[in-house]
DNA sequence: CGGAATCCCTCAAGATACTG
DNA sequence: CAGTATCTTGAGGGATTCCG
């Protein structure tokens, strides 16, 4: 039987940080597109549907806070700068993983009346 | 064409699906709570600490919309409500222990500026 | 090209008070 | 006891413009 008290809050604050992090709207798809390995920041912006400048500024920022991504600014003229997942990041993997199997046996299966 | 795939956007939508349900600053540890098995209205708000009446409430709708808990009413006065996590609800239990397992790797050893 | 700065809006989340 | 009903705040997200 687990612990019910300090123990316990610990993990959810763990969890609570971690969906901090993944928790974004863009964030898994950003992590998503790194998986295939490093892009230019404009890649990012072509390969994310969708997506803004300033939505993709933040989360790379607060993915770089947290030891998700690697940031390389090459000193060119124009700029050049490349995001990397970091091992950090990339042992995500089995996390998202683990949401899509759970995700693909009963999500969009059923109809989500998604009530206000 | 643009996208890799059709599948590729796909998997993105089903995992936007999971953390709208998962997603809340208070599903988890609801989640975690019902693990331990049926619980009042009561006995839940008392276990999560923090919580109040209104959220407890809506995230309780939003999991029973999802299919995640199931809700039990007994016609006693004053009324007795129950709240047990369905099968469904059960089986994001690897889901969760993936997420506790990456965090226990990476997460609350360094610091987090959280940046604005 | 890779952002930073601004403005704006919606909604998640919190605090309370009330009710069947 | 198990919720509604309101009001309020703030963070998340979006559109656009500007800059080195």
Redesign the pocket.
């Known amino acids: 039987m687990i612990q019910k008290n300090s123990a316990d809050c610990a993990e959810k604050c763990v969890i609570r940080e971690i969906l901090?992090v993944i928790g974004?709207?863009?964030s898994i798809p950003i992590i998503h597109t790194l998986f295939d390995g490093t892009k230019?920041?404009?890649?990012l912006?072509r390969s994310i549907p969708?997506?803004?400048?300033?939505?993709l500024?933040k989360e790379?920022?607060n993915m770089e806070a947290n030891g998700i991504v690697e940031?390389t600014?090459y000193p060119t003229v124009?700029?050049?700068?490349?995001?990397t997942l970091t091992e950090k990041g990339k042992q995500l993997e089995p996390v998202i993983h683990e949401l899509h199997n759970w995700g693909s046996k009963f999500v969009s299966k059923e109809k989500k009346p998604s009530l206000k």
């Not at 230019?40 to 890649?43: G, H, P």
């Not at 124009?78 to 995001?83: G, I, R």
């Open positions: 901090d974004g709207k863009w230019r920041f404009m890649e912006e969708g997506i803004n400048t300033r939505m500024v790379l920022k940031r600014v124009p700029p050049t700068v490349e995001y």
